[in-house]
């Protein structure tokens, strides 16, 4: 069993600061791929950060110089620096790992954080 806890949200002026952990636990073999969604209201659910397993970033271009994705291997953690908070910021933000768990080490699943709230607002 593997399981995905994410903290870290909560209501922010804009221009404030916030970092999302997304933290695995269970029986991890490896974790591959990380990445990070999120979905405002009336919205498509959108890609955001992603960081593979050799730590190489990729960002939508309305993020890029305001978030930071990272990841701590040892702990089992993935990161979301989010700096300069917009209010078209504010969104559910969701965490994927993509992680080949002990029990089944020939097979590679997607293992999905349950969503955390973050809203910028004055």
């Known amino acids: 069993q593997v399981q995905l806890a994410e903290s870290g949200g909560g209501l922010v002026q804009p221009g404030g600061s916030l970092r999302l952990s997304c933290a695995a636990s269970?029986?991890?073999?490896?974790?591959?791929?990380m990445g990070w969604y999120r979905q405002a209201p009336g919205h498509e659910r959108e890609l955001v950060a992603t960081?593979?397993?050799?730590?190489?970033?990729n960002y939508v271009d309305s993020v890029k110089g305001r978030f930071t994705i990272s990841r701590d291997n040892a702990k089992n953690t993935m990161y979301l620096q989010i700096d300069s908070l917009k209010p078209e910021d504010t969104a559910v933000y969701y965490c994927?790992?993509?992680?080949?768990?002990?029990?089944?080490?020939?097979?590679?699943?997607?293992?999905w954080g349950q969503g955390i709230q973050v809203t910028v607002s004055s």
């Open positions: 994927y790992l993509e992680i080949i768990s002990k029990e089944r080490p020939w097979s590679l699943s997607t293992y």
């Open positions: 269970g029986s991890i073999f490896s974790i591959r791929g």
């Open positions: 960081i593979t397993s050799g730590g190489s970033t």
